[in-house]
């Protein structure tokens, strides 16, 4: 049966891949060169290919997924892009969104621009697409790593933190109406089964991950029952983490902290809206909407995005966007597929290049294009 | 007093909470990838632990170990709680088996403990014969069901009178009837055509009578499976002499395992076969027998595919059948086709041997 797909993608693959294919065997021969393996044995056949869904997204997403592409290429790495082009403000280009969230379903995985959301729609539909998705695919855990990375100029040294995003429910349950003219309700959800589930996701998380401490962030004085809910079932889900700390802190008061003492933090879980402002503002701490990683879980799916979800309209087709978010995606995506080695070699050439300083974007303070970041991340790829 | 603790709780808590339990997913799997709890256990159980990891990676199954050491240096309760909410929290777990040192009486079993504790109350093994394992009865294919939580493993021990000592066996209706209900149910979806109460009613009259009698109500159930039963001594002879005329037993603790270690001998020793162990919400994969193999750990001469066995149909439990087809087709290349024995099996190779083979074979079958 794995022969006959491997015939099949191997027909699939167009004729100009051809010479990538025997880097690709050349590289492999390489990396069977670790100790583990001897050199008597026969050399395995040829790797399947990961499928992997694409979605450039608005804005300066296409041009950050061509650099992915072109540090993919260079680094031969056994990963097919399926690309989709999704957008809500570009309708007529867009393909459905059922064809995306069955792409993914799929793959299994993701890596994803950002969308741009318009303020007013058209259709009167509530729910963008970025929520459709979402829903759908049930992603219901958005995980942020706020992470210094050396050779970026921040007031914050050595942050490294985690935030953990319910993002099914609460604000983005698209119910609102008008009961009575100039009044407007916006529900906010909070269940039972969803705070549990992302409670253990961030405990789970934590543990997986050697973390020490989890504060779940809340405004449970305000709004006793709904935040008051979230908070309980944290709780109660901290009682089977005996070896992790568990806090909680009021929405307002983390802002200021986060701004103040960011070291403070560990692993940060939130309800909807709270995560959306505190990932945007500890990214903001970290270096920027560019530089800052992200990925949403649901129990059979991941999409990595960048954290900050920016589209940065105005730089596009100006080439100086900032690729390293997207490029840290792209290395999570490969740890997560079981490509560790990939992973790691993407991410010690990024950290390289941002900490010589050479290939510094507008954002980082420099004049370095995207291309020019791109090329000095390849020419930095250890063998 | 922890045995029940289950039951307890569920009786006092609101229909609410109730309902919370249920909602917790039965395996912690994020994004496609699963979390299980590894309990590496004493003797063996280290190293055969460390060749599942290795041979996972290679072929890039989709799980994420949390080590748990559990081991019978540790007086303190502090890791058995640590075990024990680990496995609460991922559902699943695949385990060593852990020594038990008898010399100090307020040591239990943590083998048991932890069944107790997680009520994982059947203890399901497969003993299926391997054409390219050399024994004495051919094409045996024998499904061992055994009450795992009650009978002799109660831990109520005590001494009445100076040198007199009571240990207490105890049988439940409840206890009874829900591994008989498993072992038809089983029975049923894979197709098996007989289901053998084993037990000592002649003698216990009262407690293995009740067993018995539970038994055959719930045979009455299932009228397209046949039902029989037999005295635990002479079933013992059988198995032995006649192994082929059994398909399903259905066993009480004690007997249960005498008869599975007899079982897992017969096909070709302790080596080869993997034992599950459920409950209501939470599976622990393990060996078939249940020995700790000191006295092969560390020489490169223990044979690890029980282990791997077990990795298997904890592969298959939470749903990654693809996998876990994998590594049942490379284990059977190992004992049937490329032949691949250790000592137990009468061959000469090393565990490395296997191990190396089982990691070409699990790449082989994954990346092509």
């Keep these: 049966m794995f022969a006959l797909k491997a015939l099949k993608s191997i027909q699939n693959v167009p004729h100009s891949n051809h010479s990538f294919r025997i880097l690709n065997e050349f590289f492999r021969s390489l990396s069977l060169c670790s100790p583990s393996f001897q050199a008597s044995k026969p050399l395995p056949k040829a790797e399947s290919k990961v499928k992997c869904t694409l979605i450039p997204g608005d804005g300066v997403g296409p041009e950050l997924c061509v650099a992915v592409k072109e540090v993919f290429a260079a680094m031969s790495v056994p990963v097919e892009f399926e690309e989709l082009f999704l957008s809500e403000v570009n309708p007529s280009m867009s393909v459905p969104v059922e064809t995306v969230i069955e792409s993914i379903q799929r793959n299994g995985i993701a890596l994803k621009g950002i969308l741009s959301t318009p303020f007013s729609s058209s259709s009167g539909e509530l729910q963008t697409l970025n929520m459709k998705i979402r829903k759908q695919l049930d992603l219901y855990a958005n995980v942020v790593h706020v992470k210094s990375l050396p050779g970026i100029q921040t007031r914050h040294k050595d942050l490294d933190f985690i935030t953990i995003r319910e993002q099914t429910e609460g604000e983005y349950s698209a119910l609102e109406h008008e009961s009575v003219p100039g009044v407007i309700e916006c529900m906010k959800i909070v269940t039972e089964e969803k705070s549990r589930r992302i409670a253990k996701f961030a405990f789970d998380y934590a543990t997986k991950h050697g973390r020490k401490k989890v504060t779940a962030v809340h405004k449970a004085n305000i709004m006793k029952l709904s935040d008051g809910l979230f908070l309980k079932c944290c709780e109660e889900t901290a009682s089977l983490y005996p070896q992790l700390k568990f806090e909680h802190m009021i929405i307002d008061n983390t802002c200021m902290q986060m701004v103040s003492h960011p070291e403070k933090f560990d692993v940060m879980v939130m309800p909807n809206l709270y995560g959306n402002i505190i990932d945007n503002l500890a990214s903001g701490l970290a270096g920027g909407a560019g530089v800052v990683p992200g990925a949403s879980y649901s129990s059979d799916c991941v999409i990595y995005e960048p954290g900050a979800r920016h589209t940065f309209g105005e730089a596009v087709g100006k080439n100086i966007a900032n690729p390293t978010a997207m490029l840290l995606c792209a290395a999570k995506m490969l740890a997560h597929v079981n490509l560790p080695d990939y992973s790691q070699r993407l991410t010690n050439a990024l950290e390289t290049v941002i900490a010589s300083g050479k290939a510094r974007t507008r954002d980082l303070g420099g004049y370095a294009s995207t291309t020019d970041f791109t090329r000095a991340v390849i020419s930095s790829l250890a063998f | ?368």
């Design chain 2, 1 to 368: 007093m922890q045995s029940f603790s289950f039951q307890q709780s569920k009786t006092a808590q609101t229909k609410r909470e109730l309902s919370k339990t249920h909602h917790l997913p039965p395996v912690a799997k994020y994004g496609g990838r699963f979390v299980v709890t590894m309990l590496p256990g004493d003797g063996i159980g280290p190293e055969m632990m460390g060749y599942v990891k290795t041979v996972f990676k290679a072929g890039g199954i989709p799980v994420d170990f949390e080590e748990v050491y559990l081991d019978s240096m540790h007086e303190t309760y502090e890791h058995m709680d640590q075990a024990i909410i680990s496995i609460k929290r991922n559902g699943v777990a695949i385990k060593g088996n852990i020594e038990t040192r008898d010399n100090s009486r307020l040591f239990r079993s943590r083998n048991v403990e932890l069944r107790l504790q997680l009520d994982l109350f059947a203890n399901v093994i497969h003993c299926k014969s391997q054409p390219g394992v050399k024994t004495r009865h051919q094409n045996i294919d024998i499904i061992l069901i055994r009450q795992n939580t009650e009978g002799e493993y109660s831990c109520l021990e005590h001494e009445n009178v100076k040198g007199v000592v009571e240990s207490l066996k105890i049988i439940t209706k409840e206890r009874s009837e829900r591994i008989a209900r498993y072992a038809f149910e089983y029975a049923k979806k894979h197709n098996r055509k007989k289901v053998t109460a084993v037990h000592k009613a002649n003698i216990m009259k009262m407690s293995d009578g009740l067993f018995l009698n539970t038994c055959k109500e719930i045979a009455e159930q299932y009228p397209n499976i046949t039902f029989d039963n037999m005295i635990i001594d002479n079933c013992s002879m059988q198995l032995v002499s006649h192994p082929n005329q059994f398909d399903v037993l259905l066993l009480p603790n004690l007997y249960g395992n005498i008869l599975t270690n007899i079982a897992c001998g017969i096909v070709g020793g302790p080596g080869i076969t993997s034992g599950q162990n459920f409950g209501e919400r939470y599976a622990v994969f393990e060996t078939g027998t249940r020995n700790t193999g000191k006295s092969v750990a560390g020489k490169n001469i223990a044979n690890p595919l029980a282990m791997f066995n077990a990795s298997a149909d904890l592969l298959e439990y939470i749903g990654l059948d693809k996998y876990s087809n994998v590594l049942r087709n490379s284990i059977d290349k190992v004992l049937n086709v490329e032949k691949i024995h250790t000592p137990d099996l009468g061959g000469s190779n090393s565990t490395t041997d296997v191990i190396d083979f089982l990691i070409d074979d699990v790449k082989a079958q994954t990346q092509v």
